[in-house]
């Protein structure tokens, strides 16, 4: 597919277990970001890659979070010990190129719906 | 502390008619604006955007203005159809080298047919 690709695209958690979210970004794409939308609420950034380097990760609530992208394409954000409190839809974004003027539009995937019971 | 806020959660317009959404920020260090339309189970897809050197940006149906002095955009929708019916975010980006964005939480447009 041409688009921003998400698995799974539903997950249900029991509080405590691990999960691992990936994201297949658009070929060729540069920049990949992680961003949690909580119910009701706008997506709030989490984590910034430029190829596998990851620039920016103010954004991840605890160390429990943690992304990876060793190769510059595929990303996996993983929870550990998850919580109640980790439940939200986790979206992926990708653009073309990073750091330019004007800005690069993000196409986000659909999403991960995590829920932690 | 909320740095893109748009106050209407929900927003009822007639067929036909204009829509117009509106967000506020408060960070002086914003300088793109954008518009993004989300349809259930998808994600978030680009509607508009805007730099902060412009006023106006068109685009179809679609205008945003910018009020850099208020710290205000809105967007424009004319005519208003039913398959604009959706939520609307509006985010906000530092630029050149930092293109996280800071979203709002979102109005949920219905067109009335």
């Known amino acids: 597919g041409a688009g921003v690709s998400q698995s799974p695209r539903y997950k249900v958690a029991k509080r405590g277990q691990d999960v691992a979210l990936r994201c297949d970004p658009i070929?060729?794409?540069?920049?990949l970001f992680w961003y949690q939308q909580a119910l009701g609420q706008g997506p709030e950034f989490l984590t910034y890659?430029?190829?596998?380097?990851?620039?920016?990760k103010s954004g991840l609530p605890s160390d429990r979070f943690f992304a990876e992208r060793p190769e510059g394409s595929v990303s996996t954000l993983k929870i550990q010990r998850t919580q109640q409190e980790d439940s939200a839809v986790y979206l992926c974004?990708?653009?073309?190129?990073?750091?330019?003027?004007?800005?690069?539009?993000?196409?986000f995937g659909p999403g991960t719906r995590l829920t932690v019971l | 502390d909320q740095q893109v806020k748009q106050n209407s959660p929900s927003l009822s317009v007639q067929e036909g008619r204009i829509s117009i959404l509106n967000c506020d920020y408060t960070n002086s260090m914003f300088d793109y604006f954008l518009w993004y339309k989300k349809y259930p189970a998808e994600g978030p897809t680009f509607l508009i955007s805007i730099s902060s050197i412009k006023d106006k940006n068109e685009d179809g149906r679609f205008t945003v203005f910018l009020n850099k002095s208020a710290k205000h955009l809105s967007l424009h929708i004319v005519p208003s159809q039913p398959g604009d019916s959706a939520v609307y975010f509006c985010?906000?980006?530092?630029?050149?080298?930092?293109?996280?964005?800071?979203f709002g939480t979102g109005t949920r447009l219905t067109i009335i047919p």
């Open positions: 974004a990708s653009s073309l190129w990073g750091g330019l003027a004007p800005y690069n539009e993000q196409f």
């Open positions: 070929s060729g794409h540069v920049s």
């Open positions: 890659f430029q190829n596998e380097a990851q620039l920016d």
């Open positions: 985010a906000a980006s530092a630029g050149f080298g930092n293109e996280k964005l800071t």
